[in-house]
C-alpha cells in the first residue's frame, strides 16, 4: 500500500469503538508513525476532554506530539502542541455571544417549525462551541455508542414519513438554511441520522485548517490518507459528516471508509468495512520500513 505523508481520521467508531473504550491500542498503533515523524490528525466532532479521557497527551513524548494534531468540534478548534508537550488551539472559528445566542435561536425555530407543522418532536443540544444539536429521535437511545447506527437510516426516514415530511432529510437541511437567512446567518448544518447539526463550521473547515499547517511542513493533500466511519448518503447527495473532510482542496488525497454500512459514498471514497480494526491494522502497517 501506498505511503503516506500524513493521516487524518475520525475519533469515535473510526479509532475507537466508543468514546468510553480505552485508547490505548489506538494510541499504539499511533506511537511509531509519531516517532517517525509522520503527522496523525484527529479529526472528530467532539471536544478535546472526550478523546482518552482528555488526556491524549499523556500517550506520547514531547517529540512525538509535536507531529500530532485535532481538528475538533466540527470546524470550531484546531489543536497542536506546544514544545512542553502542552495541548494549544492555533486557531478557532467562535461566534461571539451574539452569534452564539443567533445560532440557539435558528435551532429553536427549526424545533418550532417541525413541532407545530409536523407534530416532529425534537431536543436540542445547546452546549457544544459554534453549533447544535438536534436530536431528531430522542425516544432512540445511542448509548455508549455515539456513532451511526445500522439501523437508524430506516428508522428515521420512515419517522418523517409518518409525520408527512415528504422531502427527506434534503427537506430538514433546507429548512435550516431558510431559517438561517431569516435570521441573517449562513448555517452550516450535516445529518446523520440520529443528529441533525446546525452551526457555522463543518469538518471541512478542520480538514481545510489543518492542511494549511501541514502545508507548512512540506505536506501536499495529494499524499494524505483520511479515514472515517461516516461517509454514507443519508439520501441522495447528502453524505455522512466525514465526507466533509473531503474539500476542493483535500479531495486529490485518499479517502477510506471502514464502516460496514450499506449505502452510497461520495466520489472517490473507498469502503473498506472492518471498523476500527481496519483503520488501526492500516496505522501498523503504515509505520513499516
Ligand atoms: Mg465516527
Not at 445560532?103 to 459554534?130: K, M, S, W
Request: proline fraction near 3%.
Amino acid at each position: 500500500m501506498k505511503k503516506y505523508s500524513a493521516i487524518l481520521f475520525d475519533w469515535d467508531g473510526t479509532a475507537v469503538t466508543s468514546r468510553k473504550a480505552p485508547a490505548d491500542e489506538a494510541c499504539a498503533a499511533m506511537k511509531p508513525l509519531l516517532a517517525k515523524g509522520i503527522p496523525l490528525v484527529i479529526i472528530s466532532g467532539t471536544t478535546y476532554e472526550n478523546i482518552a479521557g482528555g488526556k491524549l497527551e499523556s500517550f506520547f513524548t514531547v517529540e512525538e506530539l509535536q507531529n500530532l494534531y485535532l481538528g475538533l468540534g466540527r470546524g470550531a478548534y484546531q489543536y497542536a502542541y506546544t514544545k512542553e508537550g502542552r495541548p494549544y488551539i492555533f486557531r478557532d472559528l467562535l461566534p461571539d455571544r451574539e452569534g452564539t445566542l443567533l445560532i440557539h435561536e435558528i435551532c429553536f425555530n427549526i424545533h418550532q417549525t417541525l413541532l407545530r407543522d409536523y407534530g416532529f418532536a425534537t431536543d436540542i443540544v445547546f452546549t457544544r462551541p459554534n453549533y447544535c444539536k438536534i436530536d431528531l429521535m430522542p425516544e432512540h437511545d445511542r448509548g455508549d455508542q455515539l456513532f451511526m447506527q445500522s439501523d437508524e437510516l430506516g428508522a428515521l426516514k420512515d419517522k418523517l414519513i409518518n409525520h408527512g415530511i415528504q422531502g427527506g432529510l434534503q427537506h430538514l437541511l433546507d429548512l435550516a438554511e431558510e431559517l438561517g437567512e431569516e435570521k441573517g446567518m449562513k448555517v452550516l448544518s450535516t445529518c446523520d441520522a440520529k443528529y441533525l447539526e446546525v452551526g457555522i463550521s463543518s469538518k471541512s473547515d478542520n480538514a481545510d485548517l489543518i492542511m494549511e499547517k501541514l502545508r507548512e511542513r512540506g505536506i501536499k493533500p495529494e499524499n494524505c490518507a483520511f479515514f472515517g466511519d461516516e461517509y454514507v448518503g443519508i439520501e441522495k447527495g447528502i453524505y455522512g459528516s466525514d465526507s466533509f473532510m473531503r474539500t476542493e482542496i483535500t479531495k486529490v488525497g485518499d479517502f477510506f471508509d471502514v464502516s460496514e454500512v450499506e449505502g452510497d459514498r461520495p466520489e472517490g471514497v473507498q469502503r473498506l468495512g472492518g471498523g476500527v480494526t481496519t483503520f488501526l491494522n492500516f496505522l501498523k502497517e503504515q509505520a513499516k520500513e
